[in-house]
């Protein structure tokens, strides 16, 4: 902890006595001074207490030198009922320009009561001469009162300054410097954002450069590649921001050959250097301070720096002591040993709502007036300065408008002169503004950033008020000191804090995730997610499902999709094709050669080698396999005189290399290391001699063929072959993709808690910035506690709190945040139900169910940190109280799912699996379709999907003549319902986000025609349309006085008779389209207020609509739309199964059909067909290169080929006239069906907007599946 600091010097105000040890705003009494503020003080007041008219009190230490400062401790006032519980920390080497301490959220935890000392071990020390105690929050029922005590030990330093003109050379003994291994280490702080602090290179290329740049540092590392050195595009890594602020910041920077760790202040940033080398090899001499040009004394390359660097080591070589010491290796030019301090002080205004600082000016003696001031914000708004001029009611306006500066004059009530100039100048950095006029008569009083609550005759804030520093503020070239106006003597102000700059990057470190993009105001942080694949506050959620097999179950068929096998983890997103044509749903990833391969000329010397590269990255690669139940890839190996072993002794002659690198010499099969090929497993190779067909090494054409299926081996990265060089020696092969199917990822692994006390225990949750966690749960009992984690203070737990709520809690301390959603039924219905809960710096949110989402809004300078030490328990406490008892299934955190099974087989109390055919590890249920236990079996209730069946699979697929046209009348299920958040912490506030999702397929060829719109009754709407020429327009109007956002992911006809399906997610802001992989931003995020209808084809009398949107309903829609669903709706079920109903209105002619699923079929056959073909060219391919092939086979090959088509085509055609021939009598029967279902399960109607769909099944198709309940 270092050497106690002790103060023990008698106080005396600053003006009286320049040794003073203590300073204050204001003491309340005499015997109140900060002297008595010592810990465990009892003498005078027994510590500091401000008078009560202090509006911004603050107690100041002077160390008398600068010291390092390792830990801080708070105490209340003795004897009385006066402490703070809340409160800032600056620093200074002057004790007049000053800057916050941060940790977390930069507030520091005070006292409880006048007697307990809180002490505070800082992470990262401060080496400063004044510290500042700044009361936030006391005690309500008492005072401000405090006693301190500080704890470090003494700094010293070797320091120089740099005026901007000046340099330090460092030069070599020898003519160039050349290392493998650097640690180079200097403290600097900064007057401006621009500057050289070192700079070195070499005749070879070689080149190291540290600069600042917009206040950042950049560091710019090259070895020996020539072709960076004079070439523009030349990459640094930056760390920092905000260097310019005149406070001490450090850097380190270590290398060892090219492996670099670059550390500014408390971030590192890890990489490799370019360049072919491994030393930095330096002709002549390193500079500090700037770049000077060889020959010509004075001048320089690049901006010198302007500043004081202390502690500068280069390689463990002090080389500002040597400076000092005058040695002979340095070259001083024009520096200084000493820092010079400015006299430039900054004033924070605080709020950009309250913030105001009015000032009385005297008039200029030339007429007009001139204001000058430097300013820097993040804001892009905010009112500078307003100004009253003599002519009423003329006025002027300098303000931030969409990141420009706009000067309004007000030359009358109505009419007004613009002018713009800049660009962003919200980004953080300073700026200067020089306003002057002449002939313009100006009163004596200046608004400058924003107005008083109490209005000013002519100043309003027109957007918001200033929220950011300035400094220099000078009126008709009269400086304005800020002590007078903070003594109230020059002006008035609010929300205003002096003689330091409160601006503060929260974008470091950036906390959006995969890559996201961060943006920032001055009170929080934004993140773009566009072009990552996920979405949410922090880029944190992805927008792709973990593998193919879960695609299969929202409804998907074959196709190219983008899957995400660790879901919210750090791997990003990966395209594969998914195989759903058979029982198996197949993964498919290619890589860079999938094409046969001829070989000759190798030798085991000089061998062949082809390098695979996949599609996904390894690690994605690795992930997949993982998650998957089997994967397989396909050898294909012909040869001619051509080995693959060694006859004599075994020896590989050729190999593939695995996923991990490792050499493979087994040729097919699941069995590694036994160096055989698939014949040889199977029997049947051409010479039972020999272990594989190649190594009969024969003078014809051989084939070993196999498929490789231990998949802890795979991908194949790599094939080397060494036996073509012989004469007549060849080989041809081909790797086919990695094919995958199944999920370990365990979706249906679940356990069932039969004892309150009972529990599963599993690590500490890693979650400090960010979790989500999600699972679904059946119970019968009234309450219990799903999951908790304890920290030290910090905690997370999910519970059912009542039969109907379901509550999200935790503590990241800021205090207690309760998030709960409350159900309009039972939870504890022995049904499953799933939660999804997710915390992050940014917000935090619970969904149960199809229920509206909750979330809460973090605090902007809260804790963000979620520290957690216990084990993870679930299904109970550590305490062994308020255990859950029932079934938990399907424990996912951050995309990864919890092995409960397992854990469960060795607990008492608790049994691996749930009981009910609902928990089976098939789906019975597919597209939102919920499984509904039963005592004879079990119901799908397909009434939040847009399908139907048994299985809610089924299309149900209308045929839309132009007239004809399906109407949705919302109403509000759950007005009665309020899903509020209670007890949370006032630091969090709750918010509502704007959320659709959409989903359809279509079939036409017609255009321009309506698909779907969605109107409000405050005339918002969404449409849905294919334009003239055929192309998919989606039309968002979510403000009146807005023009409407249009997007047109395809530019290409989609009127072409072919099935089209189309599923869009909206989260507030962005659009994604998730077949079509596309992200949108709307000019709004604003929500649909009161939503009217949802109409489906044709559509007349539509309000405040684009001409284009109104031409294409007047047209109506000709075709099929199928599986049409919004939200929860489904338009289409309701119009079949609710005829009569006030929510559905029919005009024209509907005919229910199958047009879905038969252009699923179609497709289906087209691919199939296209399949068999590749294969086909595939073996022709190999096998006349063999010679093998005569032109009888290929006539008898033909000739089969023909036949097996021609009676494919008929048996097609047969059944398709069969099907049309029973359609009507189906679909009766179809619709008889549903409705005797919704009879019989009214009870599980939820929503009395449309009907619920459920089919019962008969529990004897299902052996061994025992239903009994906990």
């Avoid at 160390?63 to 920390?89: C, F, P």
Wanted: aromatic fraction near 10%; charged fraction near 20%; glycine fraction near 8%.
């Amino acid at each position: 902890m270092g050497h106690l600091i002790h103060m023990r010097h008698w106080f005396s105000r600053k003006a009286d006595n320049a040794n003073a040890s203590f300073e204050c705003s204001s003491h309340s009494s005499v015997s109140g001074v900060p002297y008595f503020s010592k810990i465990n003080e009892r003498d005078g007041a027994g510590g500091w207490s401000p008078q009560a008219t202090d509006r911004q009190p603050w107690m100041q230490l002077d160390l008398k030198d600068r010291m390092e400062v390792t830990a801080i401790a708070t105490q209340g006032r003795y004897g009385s009922s006066d402490w703070v519980s809340g409160y800032l920390l600056l620093f200074s080497d002057t004790g007049r320009a000053w800057k916050q301490y941060r940790e977390e959220d930069g507030r520091f935890v005070g006292n409880v009561n006048p007697n307990d000392v809180v002490h505070h071990k800082l992470s990262h020390s401060i080496r400063s001469r004044f510290l500042r105690f700044v009361p936030l929050d006391w005690n309500p029922s008492g005072w401000v009162g405090l006693r301190v005590e500080v704890y470090g030990c003494a700094y010293k330093s070797d320091v120089t300054d740099f005026d901007g003109r000046s340099s330090l050379l460092y030069r070599f003994n020898q003519k160039s410097m050349s290392t493998v291994k650097d640690v180079i280490s200097l403290r600097f702080k900064s007057r401006q954002a621009e500057g050289v602090l070192l700079h070195g290179e070499g005749q070879r290329g070689d080149y190291i450069t540290l600069e600042l740049h917009r206040g950042r540092l950049a560091l710019y590392l090259n070895l020996d590649d020539t072709r960076l050195r004079f070439s523009s595009g030349r990459v640094a890594v930056t760390l920092g921001s905000l260097l310019d602020d005149q406070h001490w910041h450090s850097v380190l920077i270590e290398r060892f050959n090219k492996q670099v760790n670059f550390t500014v202040d408390s971030h590192t940033e890890h990489f490799r250097t370019k360049g072919e080398g491994v030393s930095l090899e330096v002709d002549y001499e390193l500079s500090f301070g700037g770049i000077p040009l060889p020959g010509k004394p004075g001048t320089f390359l690049r901006k010198n720096f302007h500043g004081c660097i202390e502690n500068l080591y280069y390689n463990g070589i002090n080389v500002i002591d040597l400076a000092k010491r005058r040695k002979p290796q340095i070259y001083s030019g024009n520096v200084t040993f000493s820092c010079s301090e400015p006299q430039l002080v900054s004033t924070t205004f605080l709020s950009s709502s309250s913030s105001f600082l009015s000032l009385r000016a005297t008039a200029s003696s030339l007429g007009g007036f001139a204001v000058r001031f430097r300013f820097r914000t993040w804001n892009p708004d905010g009112l500078l300065l307003s100004t009253r001029l003599a002519l009423e009611p003329q006025r002027l306006e300098l303000q931030i408008s969409n990141s420009r500066l706009r000067l309004t004059h007000h030359t009358s009530a109505q009419q007004k002169e613009e002018v713009s100039t800049g660009h962003r100048v919200n980004d953080g950095l300073w700026h200067s503004v020089s306003l002057s006029s002449r002939g313009l008569q100006k009163r004596f009083s200046d608004c400058v950033s924003g107005c008083p609550s109490v209005n000013v005759a002519g100043c309003v804030n027109p957007t918001l008020a200033f929220q950011g520093c300035m400094r220099l503020i000078s009126v008709n070239s009269q400086p304005i000191d800020l002590n007078l106006l903070r003594q109230g003597r020059l002006g008035n102000y609010r929300e205003l804090q002096f003689n330091t700059c409160g601006i503060h990057d929260r974008c470091l470190p950036n906390f959006c995730e995969h890559a996201g993009q961060c943006s920032q105001s001055w009170s929080t942080f934004y993140c773009d997610c566009s072009g990552t694949g996920y979405n949410g506050a922090t880029c944190h959620n992805s927008i792709y499902e973990v593998s193919c097999e879960a695609y299969r179950l929202a409804g998907s068929s074959s196709g190219y999709f983008s899957i995400d096998p660790d879901g919210s983890g750090p791997l990003g997103p990966t395209k594969v094709y998914c195989n759903m044509t058979e029982d198996k749903v197949w993964t498919v990833v290619t890589h860079n050669s999938t094409d046969p391969i001829r070989v000759q000329g190798s030798t085991l010397q000089k061998p062949y080698i082809m390098k695979f590269n996949y599609s996904a990255s390894p690690e994605q690669l690795i992930a997949l396999v993982a998650g998957s139940e089997q994967c397989q890839q396909e050898v294909t190996y012909s040869c001619r005189k051509s080995r693959l072993f060694n006859t004599r002794d075994g020896t590989p002659l050729s190999w593939w290399v695995d996923q991990a690198g490792e050499r493979r010499t087994y040729w097919g099969g699941f069995l590694p290391g036994v160096q055989q090929c698939s014949c040889s497993l199977e029997e049947n190779c051409i010479d039972m001699n020999y272990f594989c067909n190649c190594d009969a090494d024969t003078d014809s054409w051989a084939n070993d063929t196999g498929v490789l299926s231990y998949k802890e081996h795979l991908p194949v990265s790599e094939i080397v072959i060494g036996d073509t060089n012989r004469t007549f020696s060849e080989a041809l092969y081909r790797i086919g993709p990695l094919r995958c199917y199944g999920d370990t990822n365990p979706f249906f692994d679940s356990s069932s808690f039969y004892q309150e006390s009972s529990y599963l225990h599993f690590p500490t949750l890693q979650t400090e910035l960010s979790a989500d966690l999600s699972f679904y749960f059946k119970t019968s009992a009234p309450s219990g506690v799903f999951l908790e984690n304890l920290g030290l203070k910090d905690f997370i737990r999910l519970e059912l709190s009542s039969p109907s709520v379901v509550t999200f809690s935790f503590d990241v301390g800021n205090g207690p945040v309760i998030l709960a959603v409350k159900s309009h039924v039972p939870l504890n219905d022995r049904q499953w139900h799933y939660v999804r809960a997710e915390r992050s710096v940014k917000e935090a949110s619970l969904q149960v169910d199809q229920l509206p989402l909750r979330f809460l809004e973090a605090p902007s300078d809260g804790h963000l940190r979620l520290r957690l030490n216990s084990q993870l328990f679930v299904g109970g406490t550590a305490a062994r109280q308020r255990g859950f008892l029932g079934c938990i299934r399907t424990l996912t955190i951050n995309g990864v799912t919890v092995n409960l099974e397992e854990r469960a087989k060795m607990t008492p109390g608790v049994s691996p699996g749930c009981p009910g055919h609902c928990s089976s590890s098939s789906s019975l249920c597919h597209n939102r379709g919920r499984c509904v236990e039963k005592n004879s079996g079990y119901v799908c209730d397909c009434s939040q999907s847009a399908y139907g069946g048994s299985s809610c699979t089924e299309e149900v697929s209308v045929s839309f003549d132009r007239e004809s046209s399906v109407t949705y009348t919302f109403q509000e299920p759950f007005s009665v319902m309020q899903n509020r958040s209670s007890q949370a912490s006032s630091w969090y506030r709750e918010s509502s986000r704007a959320r659709e999702n959409m989903a359809f397929s279509f079939m036409t060829t017609q255009s321009p025609a309506m698909l779907l719109t969605v109107s409000t009754f405050s005339q918002q709407y969404i449409a849905v349309i294919l334009a003239r020429n055929g192309s998919l327009q989606i039309w968002y109007h979510l403000h009146v006085d807005r023009r409407p956002d249009v997007f047109s992911p395809r530019p290409s006809s989609l009127a072409d008779g072919r099935l089209h399906r189309i599923r869009l997610h909206r989260e507030g802001r962005y659009i994604y389209l998730q077949d079509m992989n596309l992200k949108y931003s709307l000019t709004s995020e604003a929500e649909l207020i009161s939503i009217k209808s949802l109409a489906l084809g044709k559509v007349t009398g539509l309000e405040a609509v684009s001409e284009d949107v109104m031409w294409a309903g007047s047209k109506g829609f000709i075709g099929c739309l199928s599986s049409v669903q919004f939200n929860r709706v489904a338009p289409l079920k309701a119009a079949l199964l609710n005829h009569g109903s006030s929510l559905v209105s029919i005009r024209g002619q509907l005919v229910e059909s199958n047009c879905g699923l038969l252009a699923d079929s179609a497709i289906l056959h087209s691919q199939s067909g296209k399949e068999g073909l590749i294969l086909l060219s595939i073996n022709l391919l190999f096998y006349k290169d063999g010679c093998c092939f005569s032109q009888i086979g290929v006539v008898t090959t033909v000739v089969f080929i023909t036949l097996c088509a021609v009676a494919v085509m008929t048996r097609f055609l047969y059944r398709h006239r069969q099907g049309r021939t029973d359609a009507s009598v189906t679909e009766k029967e179809h619709r008889h069906n549903l409705e005797t279902a919704y009879r019989r399960e009214t009870a599980y109607q939820a929503e009395p907007a449309y009907r619920t769909e459920l089919h019962l099944n008969n529990s004897s198709s299902l052996r061994n599946n025992r239903e009994y309940y906990i």
